[in-house]
């Protein structure tokens, strides 16, 4: 997409431009920044998020996991499963909305993989819903977003 379909079509235009710049951003401290300083910044450590938040909150997040998706699949760097999770995870915060990032691993076609997926409310905003990997440690960004009913 050139440009000037982008200013034009693009209704998105501020999400994708930040999902471009958090991608680039997360890739980099991942590669270069040691994984203990890291993850002062992901959240609270082994606490998971409410299941409930309002429906514009899972609107908004549907609209994140496109863009980030769609991004994501276009950087020049390489943007995996935990560069997508955190992405969406700022994303999502900058709006008040919690998430869960989950990390886990499993095995596939022998080999052990690590794999990171991000949850708001009942939705897997990125990296689907982790049903092939064990969980080995989540991180929650906690907002008083939970629905009364």
Not at 11 to 37: C, D, H, M, N, V
Not at 45 to 63: F, H, I, L, M, Q
Request: proline fraction near 1%.
């Amino acid at each position: 997409m050139g440009i000037i379909a982008f200013l034009r079509w693009n209704t998105q235009k501020r999400l994708t431009l930040l999902s471009y710049i958090y991608s680039a951003f997360f890739s980099f401290e991942i590669r270069f920044i040691k994984s203990k300083y890291l993850r002062k910044g992901w959240g609270l450590e082994g606490v998971e998020s409410p299941e409930t938040v309002e429906p514009w909150k899972y609107r908004y997040a549907r609209n994140v996991a496109y863009v980030v998706d769609r991004i994501c699949t276009k950087t020049a760097w390489e943007s995996k499963c935990l560069v997508r999770a955190l992405t969406a995870q700022k994303l999502l915060k900058a709006k008040g909305i919690s998430s869960t990032m989950y990390l886990g691993c499993g095995y596939d076609e022998g080999k052990m993989v690590a794999h990171a997926w991000l949850r708001c409310g009942k939705m897997y905003v990125t990296g689907g819903d982790g049903s092939n990997y064990s969980i080995v440690d989540k991180f929650a960004v906690m907002w008083n977003d939970v629905t009364k009913d």
